[in-house]
């Protein structure tokens, strides 16, 4: 079982290559940096996020809306209730 | 100036299978057609079931009856998601003669009653998770029918056949001035937009069709679903575009329809994963709505021997105006023109004219849309090369001019710096410096894991030495005084295209 700073870790790589444009503000970021209003992400960039965490993790996200995060810390919460 | 017919197109298309590509007048010929040739292909797999031709079209006739009841039905609201009741409930409208105006999924209540009254509907079919929208309709427009989508008739109505200038459909579009309208389509534009998803590609015929982009926006509904239904396809709709990728292992497309960010993230995603997230099986991408770039269509072709068909078109075309089946030799190109079109081409905008172009935008002064001929402004620039190749340079009200007078196309100028496949995105704009002197700018995003792969260290010193390079091989008049290179993405419209700056 990862721990939360580990998945921390591993998801801040996939939003690396999620949104790549945004490498400075992502490598410094923490959980509480805002996914839409701090990282600038966009439909297409969530889109990629979402599938790309369901690859790494071996989970698959259920119909939610992306509105449901806010934060990183938000999708970090999410990812660690359905490793358990 | 004439398109071409379609003979241009005929060495790209298996023989036997050019020949059986044939115009139709109307939806109801050409599902009439599919349904006879192909009763027991399956349509549409949606939601863990299967439709075959014939069965769909059982099932429409049972509709139509529903919609027949109805004497005063004749321009009928179709709101749903993307599904199989969409796929239906469009079919029976349009086999019956009737006119389909497409709502899209996403409109709260009280816009879909302002549809009622600006498009004048008679009915909606709406799905059953949408009812909930069509509350003030009912309270404010009693006159207007509402019916589920998924309500089925006890008799069979067989389907009525329209002349080709009997209304079809009408779409949503931005238009070419912004501003939300409804443009009315013809059963012929439609099946030209129809048939034209047909040329420029080898196999045409009992193709696997996934569809990822919206049936309320014209390239999902002529493209995606009318060529799939036309040419005997199967047609898996994606339900949520998460799961797109395990849609596609299981269903396994030869042709994928979208968008160039969703082309653009699935081959990061492949990258990224070392696979070829797209399946064995895919062999084309027909790629449009927005700008299309080289970059992809060359990295495609090189990982994975996918061929990424870049087009143009429009709303008021009924999708497709041109496709360029040489795309490896001429990427910057959005292809040959279409048949049974008339163009022109006045300081430098496109104008059109033709079997596929719509009879006119509903309720919405008609000044400025056509010119003195009766051909469409699209408000796009273009240039067509010596093989008669198309290529978009940019839009009117995008141009700059500067104060000597010169007209500056962005577009045109953000084309030669996006053929560097470091930049991802690239804006040029005037802007004022601090003594007053107009100047152009460029803002560049850089395309991050490309940079990454050649272990570029110093990117803003590399960018600008390799953009300035560019630069210095342009005309002195359009070269940009300033470049900028951006660590966050450009602002966006919810369509997903960048806000252009207004500096001046």
Known sequence: ?84 | MQSPTKEIFKKYTDPEQFERIIDYDSVSEMWQASVTNDPDTVAIEDDGKRYTYAQIEADVSRLRTVIKSDEKALRVGIYCPNSYDFVRSFLAVTTLGYTAVILPAQLDAMTVFGCTMKYGLDMILYHPSLQENTAITAEKRPDVTLIASDTQGDTLTEMAFPSGDTPCVIMFTGGTTGKSKGALLSNAAVMQGTVNGCYGYRDVFHQRYLLILPLSHVFGLIRNLMTSLYTGSTLFICRNNKDMFRDIAVFRPTILVAVPALAEMALNLSKKFRKNMLGDSLKAIICGAAAVPPYLIKEYHKEFGIMLLPGYGLTESANLVSGNPEYLSKPESVGLLYPNQEYKIVDGELLLKGRNMMSGYVGEEEEGVYDEDGFFRTGDLVRVDDEGFLYITGRIKEIIVLPSGENISPAELEVKFLELSLIQDAQVYEDVTENGTHILALEVVPRMPEIARLGIENIGQHLTAALEKINNTLPTFQRVSRIIIRDSDFERTPSMKIKRYKKC
Do not use: H, Q
């Open chain 1, 1 to 84: 079982m990862l721990s939360r700073a580990e998945i921390f870790e591993k998801l801040k790589e996939i939003l690396l290559f999620a949104d790549a444009k945004n490498s400075d503000l992502i490598k410094n970021c923490d959980e509480s940096t805002k996914l839409v209003t701090d990282l600038g992400f966009n439909s297409v960039s969530v889109l990629y996020m979402v599938i790309a965490i369901e690859e790494s993790f071996g989970i698959v996200f259920d119909n939610v809306s992306m509105n449901d995060f806010d934060t990183i810390g938000d999708v970090v919460t999410y990812i660690e209730g359905k490793l358990k």
